[in-house]
């Protein structure tokens, strides 16, 4: 009889243990770049989570990654289902792990290389071989548009890493740094604000914006309405802290497509996990 009752027990756990992790295959993890500490991640993103739990029936579940390394070893394994970050992540996830841009936010992302209005030496980009410029490390996309202009490692600038685009703009223009790369908008901000000190050497062409995408572990029909869903109007008090932080004067979200991703994980290829 003990011989039966173990045989037993150990058939009751093992059931147990097989409804657990189907329970957890059933849920779809939802994430995005670790900008902040958790409780304010989540504040952003587990709206958005509940609210397309609801529009699909399925549940949805946001997973802050704690920082970077987490985030993209999570992200080469294929463990996200649904993620919102920058179009070179999306690019690589539509090579790599069969993800589907489906919104995005409007307008594009283009990047500027500035100097110093008084250095008469820096007209171009290539002008920066061996000298340095101030940017935020790798994987920020400023930083990566900018190395991708150096096919020759020997050419490169040094990048000086800097916390912040305002902090490497005071850099440059205090001359610890020859040349700065950021967003062109906020280069446009920050000269305004200090009385046009700078001026532009390069400027990128612009990509598509940050963006949603979902991976092959949900079905079509499911992808359809998450899309639909962030597009509605209905989805706004759900996306308010979302709209607050990544586009305060454009609350909207827009549809997307692979072609305006295509080719753009190239720019991830020198990231530790991404090469090509």
Not at 40 to 50: G, L, N, R, S
Not at 65 to 92: A, E, R, S
Not at 263 to 271: C, Q, T
């Amino acid at each position: 009889m003990n011989s039966l009752h173990g045989v037993l027990r150990l058939l009751v756990l093992s059931l147990l243990a097989l409804c657990s992790t189907t329970s957890m295959a059933k849920d779809f993890v939802f994430s995005a770049p670790p900008r902040g500490p958790a409780a304010k991640e989540a504040a952003v993103y587990q709206p958005i989570a509940d609210y397309l739990s609801r529009a699909t029936g399925k549940t949805i579940v946001y997973k802050h990654p704690d920082n970077w390394l987490n985030y993209q070893n999570q992200m080469q394994k294929g463990n996200y289902d649904l993620v919102f970050d920058g179009p070179h992540f999306i690019g690589w996830r539509v090579d790599k792990v069969q993800h589907q841009p489906l919104a995005k936010l409007p307008g594009k992302l283009s990047f500027v290389i500035f100097v110093k209005n008084d250095n008469l030496t820096i007209n171009r980009a290539d002008d920066l071989a061996g000298r340095t410029l101030c940017g935020l490390a790798p994987p920020n996309l400023a930083t990566l548009t900018m190395y991708n202009q150096f096919p020759n490692p020997m050419r490169q600038p040094l990048v000086v890493e800097v916390k912040s685009f305002p902090a490497g703009y005071q850099q440059v223009m205090t001359g610890r740094c020859t040349a700065g790369v950021m967003r062109d908008k906020m280069f446009n901000k920050l000269q305004k604000q200090h009385g046009n000190p700078g001026r532009v050497v390069w400027r990128s062409n612009g990509t598509a914006n940050q963006g949603f995408s979902a991976g092959p572990k949900f079905s079509n029909s499911d992808k359809t309405r998450i899309t639909n869903s962030l597009l509605s109007p209905d989805a706004k008090p759900h996306l308010n802290k979302f709209f607050e932080r990544f586009s305060k004067k454009k609350k909207v979200l827009l549809p997307a497509n692979t072609q305006e991703y295509a080719g753009l994980g190239i720019l991830l290829r020198d990231v530790w996990g991404f090469e090509q």
